[in-house]
């Protein structure tokens, strides 16, 4: 039979050969690396059988998805491990993760970290046997039957809630038998660097009203060597919390009477205000205009925008006057009355309006993380109005300001396409409208992208934007959203060259995403070594005599009168105790002012990570400084 490979070539086979004698047919090596395969499209176990005219692409662990399987076989030898260290646990489920997996499993008696060495013993065993992996299926009954046979309570209720006709897979190794859709490793010896990290306590299904299981967390890598990366990683990433280095450098708090709603301190809204201005400089100079909408308003809006069938559990709701109302979770509703306030002619588009809206959702007390993971947050939105053959063009220019603005920052990114989800409204030939638009865009402008199947809005498909931080963690900041749906639901219009009324196009776009979060982002990336522009404080004076006290509230009011932002320490502290400490609160300069600099009119001067830099005259300090903080150095 003859198969077509990635590549285009095509591979004669004999009939009835698997994807694994496809990979030996091409060399032993890629045989070897071989831990799955896509067989027209469809992730399959290597071991999977071809046919005639199928094409094939070979997974390997330089692949997310062999990664991903590597990890979810690493997960069944994790349940065999239990079940023979702990034969009377009943297993529940255990899915792939962000660099990693977890098993939720029911015990009779409750186990603990203290626990994982003997559990990663028998994992090894299971590893060094080198145990084949094999798929089989079964009827429903059948299936029910032998998981009842193992006492599998939990499988057995999975299995019943299958749709009727769905296929009902195992996966076998050794004397173990485990539900899965799989794909899975050929055998649990390719497995060569794993450990479990921590454990949690899970509700059966997510349902609090069910019973409490044991989440058993662990991590797997293909290499040790990227494991010990990985856990060096996440030693440095404590030290770069932060909620703690927020708390030490007073940017914010995180308290009882608010949970979910931090409370910014001085320090932390010079740095939010910061950002903000420069939002605003980078707009302005863009053609955009701000506007601003109310944070509560009625059910009828949100019923007509589709938040209140699509996303009311998220939603914090009130009554006023005896009228439903809602705290808004976006702002994209009230940026559509805005541009219905006044008629628009086809020489206005494209209408490019920001809003920087504090926004309200509710999230689950378990899911609250610092700035992370809030419950009100101010979002850099802005609603793009366009005729329909400006989309490209406004969409190049969307990717312009978040490339420019993560580069400022020192982030890299990565780009997806988000495609329809379940929940969606609107028809298929807008969907499909909107996401060759999209795709077409991307392709223009030459950027490298990965489609996300089903990830995209309830309205529209998206392009994500996820920078990587200093220590190689991404995260989900900025967005470009293209909207058929809402202009049609708030019956938008503008007056086209022919006269006739038309419906605009709509972009939704974020470029921080939420400021809180993007903050949280940027202490962790800097280590709360802010760049010169975004330092709360940008300079500390540090007289070393109580004489000085006074040359240094001068230069404390100069360049205060410049717009830096500088504080003297007149405390009778010696001058290590003070140049320890303004370390310790991460200042990019401090100056050291003793009667030499009072007679000379000099200061010296020490930077933030070198240390001393040598004496300089007052004015080519600020000259340096304001170098550094007008055109936003980021070293």
């Not at 190689?472 to 049609?488: H, K, S």
Request: charged share 30%; aromatic share 8%.
């Amino acid at each position: 039979m003859i198969i077509l490979l990635k590549n285009g070539d095509k591979l004669e086979l004999e009939s009835g050969a698997t994807c694994l004698a496809a990979a030996q047919r091409i060399s032993e090596g890629l045989a070897r690396a071989t831990v799955a395969a896509k067989i027209n499209g469809k992730l399959v176990d290597a071991t999977s059988v071809l046919s005639e005219g199928d094409s094939l692409e070979l997974v390997t662990l330089q692949d997310k998805e062999g990664l991903e399987v590597y990890r979810h076989t690493c997960a069944h030898v994790l349940a065999q491990a239990l079940k023979t260290v702990y034969p009377t646990c009943k297993l529940a489920i255990g899915p792939v993760i962000d660099n990693g997996f977890y098993y939720d499993v029911d015990f009779k008696t409750p186990i603990t970290m203290e626990d994982f060495a003997k559990v990663e013993a028998e994992m090894k065993k299971i590893i060094k046997s080198n145990l084949p992996i094999e798929r089989f299926t079964l009827s429903r009954e059948d299936a029910i039957a032998l998981m009842s046979k193992y006492h599998e309570n939990y499988k057995v209720e999975l299995i019943s809630d299958l749709p009727e006709g769905e296929e009902i897979s195992f996966y076998k190794q050794g004397a173990f038998t485990d539900l899965c859709r799989g794909p899975h490793l050929p055998s649990t010896g390719k497995i060569k660097a794993f450990k479990l990290v921590s454990i949690a306590g899970a509700y059966w299904r997510g349902d609090e009203k069910k019973k409490m299981l044991t989440r058993i967390y662990g991590t797997a890598f293909a290499k040790k060597d990227e494991m010990d990366a990985y856990f060096n990683m996440l030693e440095e990433a404590k030290k770069r919390d932060h909620i703690k280095l927020g708390r030490e450098l007073k940017l914010f708090a995180l308290l009882p009477e608010g949970k979910g709603f931090p409370f910014f301190l001085p320090n932390g809204m010079m740095l939010k205000n910061q950002l903000v201005e420069y939002w605003r400089q980078l707009h302005r100079r863009e053609g955009y205009v701000e506007v601003q909408t109310p944070i509560i308003m009625t059910r009828t809006l949100w019923e007509n925008s589709g938040h209140w069938d699509h996303y009311k559990d998220n939603m914090y709701t009130t009554k006023i006057d005896g009228e439903d109302c809602a705290v808004k979770p976006m702002n994209c509703p009230g940026g559509m009355l805005v541009y219905k306030t006044s008629p628009h002619s086809y020489k206005d588009l494209p209408i490019r309006m920001g809003e920087l809206g504090l926004v309200h959702r509710h999230e689950k007390s378990g899911q609250l993380h610092g700035l992370m993971r809030v419950r009100c947050f101010t979002q850099d939105d802005a609603h793009i109005f366009m005729l329909p053959e400006q989309i490209e063009d406004e969409i190049k220019g969307v990717v312009r300001i978040i490339d420019e603005v993560y580069k400022l920052f020192g982030f890299k990114y990565h780009v997806e396409l988000s495609t329809r989800p379940e929940n969606s409204m609107g028809s298929d030939e807008d969907w499909n409208a909107a996401t060759d638009a999209l795709e077409t865009a991307l392709r223009d402008i030459g950027l490298n992208y990965v489609v996300n199947e089903g990830d995209g809005a309830f309205y529209g498909p998206k392009i994500d934007f996820h920078l990587e931080d200093s220590i190689g963690r991404t995260w989900q900041c900025g967005t470009i959203q293209l909207d058929f749906q809402m202009p049609q639901r708030f019956n938008l219009e503008y007056v086209g060259e022919d006269g006739q009324k038309h419906r605009p196009i709509m972009i939704h776009r974020v470029v921080f995403g939420s400021i809180e979060r993007f903050i949280g982002i940027l202490i962790e990336h800097f280590a709360g070594k802010f760049p010169v522009w975004l330092s709360p404080v940008q300079v500390k004076v540090l007289p070393v005599t109580d004489r000085a006290a006074e040359y240094a509230n001068c230069l404390v009011n100069e360049l205060s009168a410049l717009g830096l932002r500088a504080e003297a320490d007149l405390r009778k502290e010696k001058i290590g105790r003070k140049i320890l400490d303004a370390e310790l609160e991460k200042v990019p300069y401090k100056l050291i002012v003793g009667d030499k600099e009072m007679e000379e009119g000099t200061v010296s001067v020490r930077r933030r990570g070198e240390g001393d830099i040598g004496a300089m005259t007052k004015d080519a300090f600020v000259l340096m400084l304001k170098d550094e903080n007008d055109t936003k150095k980021v070293f």
